[in-house]
């Protein structure tokens, strides 16, 4: 399954990045990329990358989050993985950036947790 990515706002300053299919080598990925930095040029400040939906993720995947997340903190703002799970967890934790990034179980964990940040 390709990736398909979809946004929503919640608790009026929350920009939610819904992700599902495959986070891989391909022009689907660049979406990603483009979603954070437009989101941020229109002054979000607190994102939810939503992964509970992602199937796969390789290294362009890995590299693309690592990048957005390096965009969003140089902007002042914060992000949270949510959903996060199995295979895709695994990569995280293979690579480290499960240290690096905050990861939380659920969206609704993320928007709480950016909400007390």
Do not use: W
């Amino acid at each position: 399954m390709i990736l398909s990515l979809s946004t929503r706002t919640v608790d009026p300053d929350i920009t939610v990045i819904e992700l599902s299919g495959r986070i891989t080598i391909g022009r689907e990925s660049g979406q990603i990329e483009s979603t954070i930095l437009k989101a941020l040029n229109e002054g979000v400040k607190k994102f939810v990358l939503d992964m509970e939906k992602v199937s796969f993720i390789d290294s362009t995947g890995i590299g693309i989050v690592a990048y957005c997340f390096g965009k969003i903190s140089q902007a002042g703002a914060a992000a949270r993985v949510a959903g996060a799970h199995g295979l895709v967890m695994d990569v995280f934790r293979l690579t480290h950036l499960d240290n690096v990034l905050k990861f939380v179980p659920t969206v609704d964990e993320a928007v709480t947790s950016l909400n007390e940040s």
